[in-house]
């Protein structure tokens, strides 16, 4: 039984491990597509520079375009990262319910 409760906390132990590189490969994740937004915005503002100020429109609607598509990004990411975070934990709670039980059998 003491066998049964370390195999289950050391599973707790490599799901709180799954969580945590989840969470950082999420921001990673974020962080890309923050920058490479933020890259695309300022080539198309730069780009805007060197065009007539009619064109002001247009860039701007691409900008927006960008950061709509990039909150979107993030925000999968985000449920993504919340959904592996909801199933390991869901893991550690059953885990920690058959330690309950083999302890209580000993």
């Known amino acids: 039984m003491i066998c049964s409760s370390v195999n289950n906390n050391?599973?707790?132990?490599?799901?709180?491990?799954?969580?945590?590189?989840?969470?950082?490969?999420?921001?990673?994740?974020?962080?890309?597509n923050n920058n490479n937004n933020n890259n695309n915005n300022?080539?198309?503002n730069n780009n805007n520079k060197k065009r007539h100020s009619n064109n002001?429109?247009?860039?701007?609607n691409t900008n927006n375009n960008n950061n709509n598509n990039n909150?979107?990004?993030n925000n999968n990411n985000?449920?993504?990262?919340?959904?592996?975070?909801?199933?390991n934990n869901n893991n550690?709670?059953?885990?920690?319910?058959?330690n309950n039980k083999n302890n209580n059998k000993i």
Do not use: F, I
């Open 78 to 87: 985000n449920n993504n990262n919340n959904n592996n975070n909801n199933n």
């Open 71 to 73: 909150n979107n990004n």
């Open 10 to 32: 050391n599973n707790n132990n490599n799901n709180n491990n799954n969580n945590n590189n989840n969470n950082n490969n999420n921001n990673n994740n974020n962080n890309n």
């Open 56 to 60: 002001n429109r247009n860039n701007n």
């Open 92 to 98: 550690n709670n059953n885990n920690n319910n058959n």
């Open 42 to 44: 300022n080539n198309n």
